[in-house]
T-cell receptor, first 113, second 118 residues
């Protein structure tokens, strides 16, 4: 079985500050890992994904994440927060064969001016 | 490319009625579509996996007679909430996988449908 834990349901950052969202996973097989962003009353948009290639993955909107197998983590970062980054962020894991995504609980990001 | 639409975006219905939600892949063929529900301030929970031309696979705890899923074509899947009750009020999101793309497991998500049952 797979599971995803996102530490911190809410994160507040100042505009221009570092954004760090934590995600830890458990999986019985090498995982495929994803970060999605959700704006209010909208579906999910893929930020980036890890599919067993480079461990440092760059995504859209200046986000990146690093896969650390030893720590079973896939934390999401952005060097400088922008007001438009205020949204809900979900980490998700899947196995290659099943295609089913298991989501973490989500982290809501608030950006202060 | 890889756009998924949902219709309607919002629906309000009376308790006891049935509601149909459509999920369409607009510019690709989707052999597999997924249906999720999301309660306020919570994460997405997978309800079922829908494969074109075959019966949907429901997750544990999801009533298949309550949530009818039909995936009759490579671009359309429907979710019908039968005899809806207020506890069925939720945000329903579909996603689709493009079997021709090499992306690993990438699902493309629709914008969601907010169902309110009075």
């Amino acid at each position: 079985a797979q599971s995803v834990t996102q530490l911190g349901s809410h994160v507040s950052v100042s505009e221009g500050a570092l954004v760090l969202l934590r995600c830890n996973y458990s999986s019985s097989v090498p995982p495929y890992l994803f970060w999605y962003v959700q704006y209010p009353n909208q579906g999910l948009q893929l930020l980036l994904k890890y599919t067993s290639a480079a461990t440092l993955v760059k995504g859209i909107n200046g986000f990146e994440a690093e896969f650390k197998k030893s720590e079973t983590s896939f934390h999401l970062t952005k060097p400088s927060a922008h007001m438009s980054d205020a949204a809900e962020y979900f980490c998700a894991v899947s196995k290659a064969a099943g295609n089913k995504l298991t989501f973490g609980g989500g982290t809501r990001v608030l950006v202060k001016p | 490319g890889a756009v998924v639409s949902q219709h309607p975006s919002r629906v309000i219905c009376k308790s006891g009625t049935s509601v149909k939600i459509e999920c369409r892949s607009l510019d690709f063929q989707a052999t597999t579509m997924f249906w999720y529900r999301q309660f306020p301030k919570q994460s997405l929970m997978l309800m079922a996996t829908s494969n074109e031309g075959s019966k949907a696979t429901y997750e544990q705890g999801v009533e298949k007679d309550k949530f009818l899923i039909n995936h009759a074509s490579l671009t359309l899947s429907t979710l019908t909430v039968t005899s809806a009750h207020p506890e069925d009020s939720s945000f329903y999101i579909c996603s689709a996988r493009d079997f021709k793309r090499g992306d690993y497991n990438e699902q493309f998500f629709g914008p969601g449908t907010r169902l309110t049952v009075l």
